[in-house]
């Protein structure tokens, strides 16, 4: 009896992110660790010569710590399921797991760490150009090299974000690791040949010298924070994502520790002093024969120049995007983050990244460089460990896409004894920075020093807390305030038929603000409800369900009008103080706001106005308390509206004060009590 086939079942169709995650996620991994190998090989080597596999197994190890950390970090949820960082990264981990001050530190860092990759890229650019060139005056001319290439790279981002994705940058990398691979057997091979050792206990090199080699072999994780950040966004499984993570510590640590073993092998074609800023390619010239030598040594500057040259665009671009954060989370002034009206790039951010590292690449050679790169980068990270593991006390009860394992219960929490070891690593590192690369400790002081310094003076100028988080728009940074158009309005309403004509209102600035800008994520309005709780009563009291039920119904109104402008958002809150135009004043502070639109108190029924204690009328001088409190304390632009002239009488329907329901009004005619 023949058997019925069973039924063919069609694998499901997954979209192209889910099928090339991994693609992608490996190709971002890849990139940096090539990077590090064409960057670090040469310093690395020159610093722990036969012991240099030691240090870059160090490396391998912390880079493996730090994607778990960053995983777990990017994976964390809610209990409905929201992400519960908007911003992932340092900065915006340290503000979950700590608060604004220790953030921006960490931002701060990552911006120091961001410029120093656009240099070294940049440096180590030329210095790969000049590997098959033979010129004089190599180091001026690689100085302008580098100089170029940096104003190059800060035209292209000045024109709009260059996000580096396609078949040519995939080419790019397979190619790196053809070519990269091809270059290690041959290497191997010819250690092997020649007897040479490939871990050698060097006279005069001790402890010291490893752990200074391992802290410049840092620049590693550069690729891998950006991997690790996204493979906590990927839709695929838990457990391919835990796959994922072994291959990259696995595949990591091997690459390094073989570049080391490599290097150190080979150290003798890296004594001269200018080789070390191409140091992949002059280990080449160990090959015979000659030809062979000369023809790889041409093909891996050529592929390594091209890497560096995308990693330098990506370096300029991340420290743009991120210095865009820090504006919108008002820990830098917005003028230093304003977006260009034409192309919305950060451009007053660009140049002054384009100074500043061309100045660096005039001034510091690469040794410097990296081990200053690595003193923002193990501070940021050390605060990251820091973070995830105060995360496992402070939310307990959060999902998490990805935990870190083997963790030890204490007091209500799990202590990551990886995420422990990382800290360890890390805060160890930083101290080791400080103690052995001194001139790269005492710059980097400097640098953290300045920026707490333009931190807290930035705060204390806006009258803004040193720790809480206060995050206007992105629009904000593409303002244009001499044309009356804003990104972030404060809107108090009062339940009152104005409201409609203020929130119109609103809404026209901020449409014109969010349209001027293609991409700029919308502009946002702000609409409360200001309860004025007497002091009779704790600020805290309960409010009758009359002035909720009125607050609620003025606020989806608000909202709903607001939204039928494109690109606008309305976001609504009850505000609690003692006075309106105190609470209206201290939003506006808390908030960022660019802008307050609210309307002057309409007159009172009061006769005689302002003399009878009234309000009195629009075409006065005299305005209501709440206005003239807010116009003399707003921190910032406050636009007053009234009605048109035909409507400054008294409405048929008293309008209430605020926090108080309205009474319906008596028909015309009708007969008093």
């Known amino acids: 009896m023949k058997r019925p086939h069973a039924p063919h079942v069609k694998a499901p169709h997954l979209p192209w992110d889910e099928r090339y995650a991994f693609t992608r996620l490996g190709g971002i991994a890849w990139a940096g660790l090539a990077t590090t190998i064409y960057v670090s ?164 090199i001790g402890l010291g010298d490893v752990v200074f080699a391992a802290t410049i072999g840092v620049v590693a994780v550069t690729g891998f924070e950006t991997a ?37 092998a080979h150290r003798a074609e890296l004594a001269d002093p200018e080789h070390l800023e191409a140091p992949v390619a002059w280990l080449a010239a160990a090959l015979e024969p000659a030809w062979l030598a000369d023809g790889t040594r041409v093909v891996i500057a050529l592929l390594a120049a091209s890497t560096l040259a995308v990693g330098t665009n990506g370096a300029m671009l991340a420290v743009a995007r991120l210095s865009s954060n820090l504006a919108t989370s008002r820990q830098i002034p917005s003028k230093i983050g304003r977006l260009s009206p034409k192309y919305g790039t950060p451009t007053t951010v660009i140049v002054m990244v384009v100074i500043l590292t061309s100045v660096l690449v005039a001034s510091l050679d690469l040794q410097t460089l990296i081990g200053l790169y690595a003193f923002g980068a193990l501070l940021a990270l050390t605060i990251l460990q820091a973070s995830v593991i105060r995360l496992r006390f ?78 206007v728009p992105k629009t904000v940074l593409s303002r244009d305030t001499e044309h009356g158009e804003f990104g972030s309005i404060l809107v108090p309403v009062f339940g009152r038929p104005l409201d409609d004509d203020i929130v119109q209102t609103a809404g026209r600035l901020a449409r014109d603000r969010a349209l001027d800008v293609e991409e700029s994520g919308g502009a946002q309005i702000e609409a409360i ?45 009850t505000v609690r103080t003692r006075r309106a135009g105190a609470g209206i004043c201290d939003e506006a502070k808390r908030r960022g706001v660019e802008v307050i639109v609210m309307a002057a108190e309409e007159p009172s029924r009061v006769r005689g106005g302002s003399m009878l204690g009234g309000t009195g009328d629009f075409s006065g001088r005299a305005l209501g308390p709440i206005t003239t409190y807010v116009i003399t304390h707003a921190p910032c632009r406050v636009l007053l509206t009234a009605p048109p002239i035909d409507d400054r009488g008294v409405s048929a329907v008293e309008e209430p004060a605020p926090d108080e329901p309205k009474r319906a009004a008596k028909p015309p005619g009708a007969a008093k009590p």
């Open 41 to 204: 090989v040469g310093v690395v080597v020159d610093r722990s010569a036969g012991l240099a596999p030691i240090a870059f197994l160090l490396v391998g190890l912390f880079v493996s710590l730090t994607a778990m950390t960053y995983t777990e970090l990017t994976g964390l949820r809610d209990k409905a399921g929201r992400r519960l960082s908007d911003t992932p990264g340092a900065s915006g981990f340290a503000r979950l797991g700590f608060d604004e001050l220790v953030s921006f530190v960490a931002g701060w860092a990552v911006v120091l760490d961001l410029l120093l990759l656009t240099a070294i890229g940049a440096e180590a650019f030329s210095g790969y150009i000049l590997a098959f060139v033979d010129v004089s005056s190599q180091t001026t001319i690689g100085a302008v090299l580098a100089i170029g290439a940096i104003v190059a790279v800060g035209v292209r981002n000045a024109r709009g974000p260059n996000l580096a994705k396609g078949l040519i940058v995939r080419v790019l990398l397979a190619l790196d690791a053809l070519a990269l691979g091809f270059l290690a057997i041959a290497l191997m091979i010819e250690a092997v040949h020649d007897g040479l050792p490939l871990i050698e206990f060097t006279g005069g």
């Open 228 to 264: 690790a950040t996204l493979v906590g966004e990927t839709p695929l499984p838990r457990n391919k994502r835990t796959r994922f993570l072994v291959g990259l510590s696995l595949g990591s640590m091997a690459a390094l520790v073989l570049a080391g073993i490599l290097g150190g």
């Open 394 to 471: 402070t939310m307990p009860e959060a999902q998490r896409r990805f935990s870190i394992p083997w963790s030890i219960r204490l007091r209500g929490g799990a202590v990551p004894i990886p995420a422990v070891l990382g800290l360890l690593l890390a805060g160890g590192g930083w101290i080791a920075v400080l103690v052995l690369h001194e001139r790269s400790g005492l710059v980097g002081a400097i640098w953290m020093i300045g920026g707490i310094a333009l931190y807290v003076g930035h705060r204390q100028a806006s009258h803004l807390p040193m720790r809480q988080s206060v995050v």
């Open 529 to 573: 409800w200001v309860f004025e709780i007497p002091m009779s009563l704790p600020i805290a009291s309960a409010v009758d369900d009359d002035r909720l039920k009125l607050a609620r119904k003025a606020l989806a109104r608000a909202k709903a009008v607001g939204e039928e402008y494109e690109g606008v958002l309305v976001a609504t809150a």
